[in-house]
């Protein structure tokens, strides 16, 4: 991807916190921005952020050191007489500063913002479907990647950094994009990471349980994903499933306009599966009087209501019901989340992302209303997380799958045996439960098991190409890890085409 600058330009700390409190100076005239002393160079402005590991305040004089010649903090803190902008929250005003710095390229896309526990990313790469059948050139930033449209790069999370969202969103601007699509988490909101940033649309999936180690009480974390309505424009609108109690709850609280998307709720805009199999799904979308039938190679409901969720986005900006499932019908596979590995195999095999219990089980009920064999499932628990999340991973598996082989996912610094014990005291029958530590190896041995008409899925990872183990990071794909031991265990030539090939071939 070639290298990009984003044009910058001078602002006054004054006019965009007219309430700060400023030292050393009457105003701060500001060109660039650093939020860790260890990137600040020469001439920047050093934000003293507050993170739930570290303060920056406590780096004041090693950013200095560094050549910042002012400082923004929470509190007065010695500078040597250099400048210093006192604020009540270095990470909601490092954040506007950013958006600032690019000329607020929010204010000239249009900025759909997706959040929720879970479809995300699914929802978000729908959006941007649609948007691009419809001949709109869209940007997007999410949990797998960073694209202008033209270009993309590996995401690092989620939501990136204050400082990496402006420059994208200056990005897409200069290319041309006219839309940007963004996932964000309950983590970013409630940092104010997404402060200067005008949504024209706030979609919510769904609200369950998650992110309990980072917002401490459910009612906390509900909060959070409610406060993506306060970055509504003047001409924004929302989007809620109402087939989420805790997502339709929030109807009451928003001021712009709403339209509601479900399949089993009233709701504007509604669906009905026709057929489902393991390679694909017929579902009819209707929206008023008009319905139309859309044919995904995705399966499953929580996949219909992601797809409401993007229809609905989509109806909203006048785009033609056919011309929305054309969009949907484009988005034939997302890295990760439920991808089917078709190597030749008699027996179905999924990766998907899944690592919350309600994602899981969406999952699981898929694949058991479309497998005549058994459901294998691979699985483990993320490390320096929510522990409690633990034992309900394994009682979805217990109840939905008829082999379980626990793994590894990304134990971090955590001991993994930890892990591993934490899940298991979720299994009231432990007996149908392999512990193969080792992933590849775990993933390996599950395949091994399976016969024709069963199925195969690998939780937990998605499109992640790295494991963290301690402060490692290893190379694993689990796509790539299935593919090499379909591959090598036995499959001929003929059996390493996809059955619907051989099909049409025939």
Same mark, same amino acid.
Request: charged share 20%; net charge negative; proline share 4%.
């Given at each position: 991807?070639?290298?990009?600058?984003?044009?910058?330009?001078? !602002?006054?700390?004054?006019?965009?916190?007219?309430? %700060?409190?400023?030292?050393?100076?009457?105003?701060?005239?500001?060109?660039?921005?650093?939020?860790?002393? &260890?990137?600040?160079? #020469?001439?920047?402005?050093?934000?003293?952020?507050?993170?739930?590991?570290?303060?920056?305040?406590?780096?004041?004089?090693?950013?200095?050191?560094?050549?910042?010649?002012? @400082?923004?903090?929470?509190?007065?803190?010695?500078?040597?007489?250099?400048?210093?902008?006192?604020?009540?929250? /270095?990470?909601? %005003?490092?954040? +506007?500063?950013?958006?600032?710095?690019? $000329?607020?390229?929010?204010?000239?896309?249009?900025?759909?913002?997706?959040?929720?526990?879970?479809?995300?990313?699914?929802?978000?790469?729908? !959006?941007?479907?649609?948007? #691009?059948?419809?001949?709109?050139?869209?940007?997007?930033?999410?949990?797998?990647?960073?694209?202008?449209?033209?270009?993309?790069?590996?995401?690092?999370?989620?939501?990136?950094?204050?400082?990496?969202?402006?420059?994208?969103?200056?990005?897409?601007?200069?290319?041309?994009?006219?839309?940007?699509?963004?996932?964000?988490?309950?983590?970013?909101?409630?940092?104010?990471? !997404?402060?200067?940033?005008?949504?024209?649309?706030?979609?919510?999936?769904?609200?369950?349980?998650?992110?309990?180690?980072?917002?401490?009480?459910?009612?906390?974390?509900?909060? %959070?994903?409610?406060?993506?309505?306060?970055?509504?424009?003047?001409?924004?609108?929302? @989007?809620?499933?109402?087939? $989420?109690?805790?997502?339709?709850?929030?109807?009451?609280?928003? /001021?712009?306009?709403?339209?509601?998307?479900?399949?089993?709720?009233?709701?504007?805009?509604?669906?009905?599966?026709?057929?489902?199999?393991?390679?694909?799904?017929?579902?009819?979308?209707?929206?008023?009087?008009?319905?139309?039938?859309?044919?995904?190679?995705?399966?499953?409901?929580?996949?219909?209501?992601?797809?409401?969720?993007?229809?609905?986005?989509?109806?909203?900006?006048?785009?033609?019901?056919?011309?929305?499932?054309?969009?949907?019908?484009?988005?034939?596979?997302?890295?990760?989340?439920?991808?089917?590995?078709?190597?030749? =195999?008699?027996?179905?095999?999924?990766?998907?992302?899944?690592?919350?219990? $309600? %994602?899981?089980?969406?999952?699981?009920?898929?694949?058991?209303?479309?497998?005549?064999?058994?459901?294998?499932?691979?699985?483990?628990?993320?490390?320096? &997380?929510?522990? $409690?999340?633990?034992?309900?991973?394994?009682? #979805?598996?217990?109840? =939905?799958?008829?082999?379980? @082989?626990?793994?590894? /996912?990304?134990?971090?610094?955590?001991?993994?045996?930890? !892990?591993?014990?934490?899940?298991?005291?979720?299994?009231?029958?432990?007996?149908?439960?392999? @512990?193969?530590?080792? +992933?590849?190896?775990?993933?390996?041995?599950?395949?091994?098991?399976?016969?024709?008409?069963?199925?195969?899925?690998? *939780?937990?990872?998605?499109?992640?190409? &790295?494991?963290?183990?301690?402060?490692?990071?290893? *190379?694993?794909?689990?796509?790539?890890?299935?593919? &090499?031991?379909?591959?090598?265990?036995?499959?001929?030539?003929?059996?390493?085409?996809?059955?619907?090939?051989?099909?049409?071939?025939?």
């Amino acid at each position: 991807m070639p290298q990009w600058t984003p044009l910058t330009r001078s !602002i006054s700390l004054r006019q965009l916190f007219p309430k %700060a409190k400023f030292f050393g100076a009457d105003d701060i005239i500001v060109s660039s921005i650093a939020g860790d002393w &260890q990137e600040v160079a #020469e001439g920047d402005l050093f934000a003293a952020l507050v993170g739930s590991r570290a303060d920056g305040h406590h780096h004041v004089d090693d950013a200095l050191r560094h050549g910042a010649t002012a @400082v923004l903090a929470e509190r007065f803190v010695p500078t040597g007489g250099l400048p210093l902008c006192v604020v009540p929250d /270095t990470r909601v %005003a490092f954040a +506007r500063i950013a958006q600032a710095l690019v $000329d607020n390229p929010s204010r000239r896309l249009k900025v759909i913002g997706v959040t929720g526990t879970s479809g995300k990313t699914t929802t978000s790469w729908l !959006i941007r479907g649609i948007l #691009e059948a419809a001949g709109h050139a869209t940007g997007m930033l999410g949990t797998i990647e960073l694209s202008d449209g033209q270009w993309s790069s590996p995401s690092p999370e989620t939501t990136p950094s204050a400082a990496v969202l402006a420059q994208w969103l200056s990005r897409m601007e200069s290319v041309g994009c006219s839309h940007a699509v963004m996932e964000i988490s309950s983590e970013a909101l409630s940092q104010g990471r !997404i402060e200067g940033i005008e949504l024209h649309a706030a979609c919510i999936t769904n609200v369950r349980r998650n992110h309990l180690d980072i917002h401490n009480t459910l009612a906390n974390y509900r909060s %959070a994903k409610a406060k993506i309505f306060s970055y509504l424009a003047t001409d924004g609108f929302a @989007v809620l499933n109402a087939d $989420d109690p805790v997502a339709a709850s929030f109807a009451s609280a928003v /001021t712009a306009p709403l339209l509601t998307a479900g399949m089993r709720a009233m709701a504007e805009v509604t669906a009905e599966v026709v057929d489902r199999s393991m390679s694909e799904q017929t579902f009819l979308l209707t929206a008023g009087c008009d319905t139309v039938a859309v044919r995904t190679r995705m399966i499953g409901d929580h996949h219909v209501s992601n797809c409401l969720i993007a229809a609905t986005t989509g109806l909203v900006w006048g785009f033609e019901l056919s011309e929305i499932a054309r969009g949907l019908e484009r988005v034939e596979k997302v890295p990760g989340r439920m991808e089917r590995i078709e190597c030749g =195999q008699s027996f179905g095999v999924f990766v998907d992302y899944a690592r919350t219990s $309600d %994602a899981l089980a969406a999952a699981l009920d898929t694949l058991r209303e479309v497998t005549p064999g058994r459901v294998i499932c691979v699985f483990g628990a993320e490390g320096e &997380q929510d522990r $409690d999340q633990r034992p309900l991973l394994a009682a #979805e598996v217990e109840r =939905q799958s008829d082999l379980a @082989v626990l793994t590894q /996912t990304n134990p971090r610094c955590e001991p993994p045996t930890r !892990i591993l014990r934490d899940v298991l005291r979720g299994f009231e029958r432990p007996n149908i439960v392999e @512990v193969i530590p080792d +992933r590849t190896d775990a993933i390996g041995w599950a395949l091994s098991q399976a016969e024709a008409g069963d199925c195969v899925l690998i *939780a937990g990872r998605g499109h992640e190409e &790295q494991q963290f183990v301690g402060n490692r990071r290893l *190379a694993i794909d689990d796509r790539q890890s299935a593919r &090499q031991w379909l591959y090598s265990h036995g499959l001929s030539t003929e059996m390493l085409v996809p059955a619907w090939q051989r099909q049409r071939a025939a």
